[in-house]
Nanobody, 114 residues
Framework: QMQLVESGGGSVQPGGSLRLSCAAS????????MGWYRQAPGKQRELVAN???????NYANSVKGRFTISRDNAKNTVYLQMNNLKPEDTAVYYC????????WGQGTQVTVSS
């Protein structure tokens, strides 16, 4: 089982930016896909973005053009750059990965409010 630790969450005003990091306990170089999900209060957990080992990244329509997912295999870390944040982006953000895409981090809170 791969341990995943998210960081970088916080409170920001609308229009602001945050960069989330997901540090893995083992090499992610051979992991087919890594992803970011989020869960807002009273809502189901949803995909934000994922990034395969090779190929095209995938984004939820609500974040396209504002968020960018990337992975640094040498550092065993996945990032989520979030720009032009909106109040509706407020949620706990989770990293997902592992050999069977079954491992989750503990989450990091992102709050967007004026």
């Amino acid at each position: 089982q791969m341990q995943l630790v998210e960081s970088g969450g916080g409170s920001v005003q609308p229009g602001g930016s945050l960069r989330l990091s997901c540090a893995a306990s083992a090499s992610i170089a051979t992991i087919y896909i890594m992803g970011w999900y989020r869960q807002a209060p009273g809502k189901q957990r949803e995909l934000v973005a994922n990034i395969p080992r090779y190929g095209t990244t995938n984004y939820a329509n609500s974040v396209k053009g504002r968020f960018t997912i990337s992975r640094d295999n040498a550092k065993n870390t996945v990032y989520l750059q979030m720009n032009n944040l909106k109040p509706e982006d407020t949620a706990v953000y989770y990293c997902r990965g592992g050999r069977n895409y079954n491992d989750w981090g503990q989450g990091t809170q992102v709050t967007v409010s004026s």
